[in-house]
């Protein structure tokens, strides 16, 4: 390896200057706007936040129909590209990429279109287009997520690829080894995902994967066990399940549990079995650099390579614009039909009721308080991390609600968000692995979340 200084950055006709520039400048820029907790109409978020909810404003009563497009159009060219093949969409990498999807997506799509304009149209039976189901995936939770992710994907290389990622990484990588097994860097994905948004943690961790950053263990352990719900959306499920009361003791429970599911999640099956290999290379990416000389002067060092390596805006907006097209017409669609199949099932049927017997036992042995009426909750959140807060509306108890919403918080695996988003990427995840890994992330905090709860109450 060879030793990386501003000397050698001067031969390549970049001044010290310039390139400490190139890396604060981004760097503080990204930190303002993913990183920096802010007051805002009187609620917690980030500036990312603000942006995304200014986007939803301006586009208003147009949001609606634009969602209604997209997911239609993802059925109707999905089911073109994958079923009839036609020649003039075969040259196209990216419309293959997006839309030649298999059998069980292309359904989901297809479905998905179809229900999205009955919402929108206000057509068809209560059931689906109603408040409680369409409308609340289709309109109100698919507009937030698609404004967060397009104004996310635009300003999110202002925080990984100018060297922020590799200055803090190094700098806590040996305690985040030490205690976790993984890269430092994977902090910064953790600490997006609890100030921002999980799903843009998870986007962080596909992108870092892919860049070999990390092996497809370590972004799996990343993607399933530290791309945390955000603190804003825990304030959001403390008032869905009427705990804000005691909303500092929450998060100190939630945060204690994330933790030790952390840290013992990884170190089981499927997780402890995955391969340690890399994408499309041999070996972990890391800049060409001497490790000598101070933590400190290491981090800076790499943080300066990294800027000096930084991709142009060609390529940036190049990445960007895939990114977005890939999950507004291909993830998204499927992910909120999931929900919306999801909610149906819990309003309309008792089948999750049924599925879900026996924790009503397991509930019970917990002391847990009307645990007939929690039991489906402490599973649907595989599907969706918002319904076992809204489980939780139909409960009197405290003590059960407050378990409720830490489930919701600290369950991670939600397959109308993130897990989807795993799927879709490359990382060597499949749906029973991540079945798996909810399961055993559910007998690791419920125990913890039913005691805390015991304690407060």
């Known amino acids: 390896m060879r030793k990386y200084s501003l000397a050698a950055s001067a031969e390549n006709n970049t001044s010290p200057f310039k390139l400490y520039l190139k890396f604060l400048l981004p760097s503080l820029i990204g930190i303002a706007l993913f990183l920096t907790p802010v007051t805002y109409d009187a609620k917690q978020t980030i500036v990312v ?7 939803m404003a301006w586009l208003g009563d147009f949001l609606p129909l634009l969602i209604t497009v997209i997911f239609a159009l993802s059925g109707l060219v999905s089911l073109i590209v994958s079923v009839f093949k036609p020649r003039f969409l075969a040259s196209s990498s990216l419309i293959q990429e997006v839309f030649n999807t298999t059998a069980i997506w292309l359904a989901l799509r297809i479905l998905g279109g179809v229900l999205c304009t009955m919402t929108y149209l206000q057509i068809g039976p209560e059931w689906i287009i109603s408040d409680d189901t369409g409308k609340v995936a289709y309109v109100d939770i698919a507009g ?3 404004c967060i992710i397009f104004v996310a994907n635009i300003l999110l290389p202002l925080l990984t690829d100018f ?24 902090s910064l994905d953790a600490l997006t995902s609890w100030i921002g948004d999980s799903s843009i943690g998870t986007i962080l961790t596909i992108r870092q994967y892919e860049s070999g950053h990390y092996s497809a263990r370590e972004a ?12 804003p959306f825990s304030v959001v499920i403390a008032q869905t399940a009427r705990i804000d009361d005691n909303f500092v003791l929450f998060y100190v429970v939630v945060t204690i549990c994330g933790l030790i599911a952390a840290l013992i999640t990884p170190r089981l099956p499927p997780l402890s079995g995955l391969a340690n290999s890399f994408y499309q290379r041999d070996k972990r990416e890391v800049p060409p650099l001497q490790q000598s000389g101070s933590l400190f002067r290491q981090s800076l060092n790499a943080a300066l390579y990294r800027a000096e390596h930084a991709p142009s805006v060609k390529q940036q907006l190049n990445i960007t614009g895939r990114s977005i097209f890939d999950i507004s017409f291909a993830v998204l669609p499927v992910a909120m039909t999931i929900e919306v199949l999801v909610l149906i099932v819990y309003y309309h049927t008792s089948v999750l009721q049924w599925i879900s017997a026996p924790m009503v036992y397991v509930l019970q042995i917990l002391q847990l308080p009307e645990a007939d009426a929690a039991a489906a909750g402490t599973l649907v959140g595989f599907f969706d991390q918002f319904i076992p807060a809204i489980v939780s509306t139909n409960v009197d108890s405290p003590i059960t609600r407050f378990v409720l919403a830490g489930l919701s918080v600290t369950q991670l695996i939600y397959m109308a968000e993130n897990g989807l988003l795993i799927l879709r990427s490359t990382i060597p995840v499949s749906v029973a692995q991540l079945a798996s890994i909810f399961i055993i992330r559910t007998i690791i905090v419920l125990p913890i979340l ?3 709860a ?3 109450y």
């Open 49 to 55: 936040g603000v942006l995304a909810n200014g986007l």
């Open 144 to 146: 937030i997520i698609l």
């Open 163 to 186: 060297g922020f990622f590799e200055f803090i990484g190094t700098m806590i990588s040996r305690v985040f080894q030490a205690v976790f097994g993984l890269p430092g860097r994977a």
């Open 220 to 231: 799996a352990v990343v993607a399933t066990n530290f791309s945390a719900v955000s603190l």
């Open 450 to 452: 039913s005691i805390a």
């Open 454 to 456: 015991h304690l407060i």
